[in-house]
Nanobody, 122 residues
């Protein structure tokens, strides 16, 4: 059974930084996509950043240059380093995985964490 557990959320002022972590349990695949998504109140969930088993990373334009996605060597912790945070980054952030690595941006992720809240004040 795959289990994803996010942590690291919190409240920060605009311009600050946070690092989110996602502990990945029970996911064993040499072919995968992992991603970070977010959902703000009243809005649809949107992708933020993605990483493939080939270590290819991809970012949505809204976070490009400010956020960095990475995976530890054991492939058990997914990170999202968030710098220069803006109030519009306020959302619940989710990590997700799928055994697929052709197009991580378009993949149908089937394992999700419970989310961690990020609040950025102006």
């Amino acid at each position: 059974q795959v289990l994803l557990v996010e942590s690291g959320g919190g409240s920060v002022q605009a311009g600050g930084s946070l690092r989110l972590s996602c502990a990945v349990y029970g996911f064993y695949s040499s072919t995968y996509c992992m991603g970070w998504f977010r959902q703000a109140p009243g809005k649809e969930r949107e992708g933020v950043a993605y990483i493939s088993s080939a270590s290819i990373t991809d970012y949505e334009d809204s976070v490009k240059g400010r956020f960095t996605i990475s995976l530890n060597g054991a492939k058990t912790i997914l990170y999202l380093q968030m710098n220069s945070l803006k109030p519009e980054d306020t959302a619940t952030y989710y990590c997700a995985t799928v055994m697929y690595d052709i197009s991580c941006r378009k993949a149908d992720y089937n394992h999700w964490g419970q989310g961690t809240q990020v609040t950025v004040s102006s």
